[in-house]
């Protein structure tokens, strides 16, 4: 038994579920979004709530997807209403970032600017030291921001590099510590 799967999803005003067997479309007010679930999982739309069951006969390995599909499918209906946003902070010597049309150019010490494609959907919003990246589709951004972050991983001696906000990086002693022990 699926301690998140058997939760019913509440559907908020101003947006529509269309459920077409495997495929579940969520439509609101920042756009639409579509996923296809699993064989072994049965959507149904109860009114103003949505019921994820499994179904007659799933395999037992059909049973992972059951609290899985009831979390993807939430995130859709949070991705409509109110989006989603993730913040990379950066921190280095000429490390700098600029928006150009939806693309992203970094500029992180390379010889070379680094650019990033903008998706459909997905903008950037530059600041002195941070880049938040938004949309309605989680994984979208979430792909996006592991893209940015592998150009220049944080270093855990001076600590530059791209950083999740709020991520904590354990910084190393240097070599004059130790030598002095």
Known sequence: MSKIGKKPIAIPQGVEIKIDGDLVSVKG??????MTTSKDVVVTAEGNEIKISLAPGASKDGKVFWGLSRAL????????TAGFEKILEFQGVGYKATVKGSDLELGLGYSHPVIVKGAEGITFVTD????????????????I??????????EPYKGSGIRYQGEVIKRKAGKKAATAA
């Open 29 to 34: 007010p920042k756009g639409t979004l579509q």
């Open 73 to 80: 499918i939430q995130n859709m209906i949070i991705g409509v």
């Open 128 to 143: 002195k030291s941070s880049i938040k990246i938004q949309g309605i589709d989680k994984e979208l951004i979430g792909k």
């Open 145 to 154: 921001a592991a893209n940015i972050r592998i150009h220049r991983l944080p």
